[in-house]
T-cell receptor, first 110, second 112 residues
């Protein structure tokens, strides 16, 4: 089946630093999604990407859909304490089920 | 707008007991699904449905049953709970032609 490799598994950073995480797939996707999960909550969609090469921003977050359609990255600029949580990438082809990465646990030290 | 609502939020069962996790969505989404989340393993798909009367298995369906009698509701049944089913369960829904899943807040199940 499809597999997503998400890295890094965990990150420990200082407030104000920039963060970068990425996902690679063994298969081509036509949609990439990035989710954030706060402790004790369900994942919440941050950014959705639909075209190869697409670069999309949401505040301090920027995500890109790789041109090979097999990878995506998420950057967070000027991190703040409330950025703490687990970040998941997910990919899908048309109408099919999502495949999730294993998540990146982000810790931000004030 | 309530979105995706799951009940109960917490449940403790003994091995062999049965229970149903409830999920309801008010967004008229065709697609609904159940995931389990375990440490270090991300989100794994249990069962999903693309519309009322249609269900299918995901990656880890064994030990779970589902039904979809209405667009709004998608209950998950554990017929004979096992300790390996201790996990956090998430229900999620989306419009059929997009990948943008909306998640419930989760149900934490412990099987002793």
């Amino acid at each position: 089946g499809q597999q997503l490799n998400q890295s890094p598994q965990s990150m420990f950073i200082q407030e104000g630093e920039d963060v970068s995480m990425n996902c690679t797939s063994s298969s081509i996707f036509n949609t990439w999604l990035w989710y954030k999960q706060d402790p004790g909550e369900g994942p919440v969609l941050l950014i959705a990407l639909y075209k190869a090469g697409e670069l999309t921003s949401n505040g301090r977050l920027t995500a890109q859909f790789g041109i090979t359609r097999k990878d995506s990255f998420l950057n967070i600029s000027a991190s703040i304490p409330s950025d703490v949580g687990i970040y998941f990438c997910a990919g899908t082809t048309s109408g099919s089920r999502l495949t999730f990465g294993e998540g990146t646990q982000l810790t931000v030290n004030p | 707008n309530a979105g995706v609502t799951q009940t109960p939020k917490f449940q403790v069962l003994k091995t062999g007991q049965s229970m149903t996790l409830q999920c309801a969505q008010d967004m008229n989404h065709e697609y609904m699904s159940w995931y389990r989340q375990d440490p270090g393993m991300g989100l794994r798909l249990i069962h999903y449905s693309v519309g009322a009367g249609i269900t299918d298995q995901g990656e880890v369906p064994n030990g779970y049953n589902v039904s979809r009698s209405t667009t709004e509701d998608f209950p998950l049944r554990l017929l004979s709970a096992a300790p390996s089913q201790t996990s956090v369960y998430f229900c999620a829904s989306r419009p059929f032609r997009t990948g943008e899943l909306f998640f419930g807040e989760g149900s934490r199940l412990t099987v002793l």
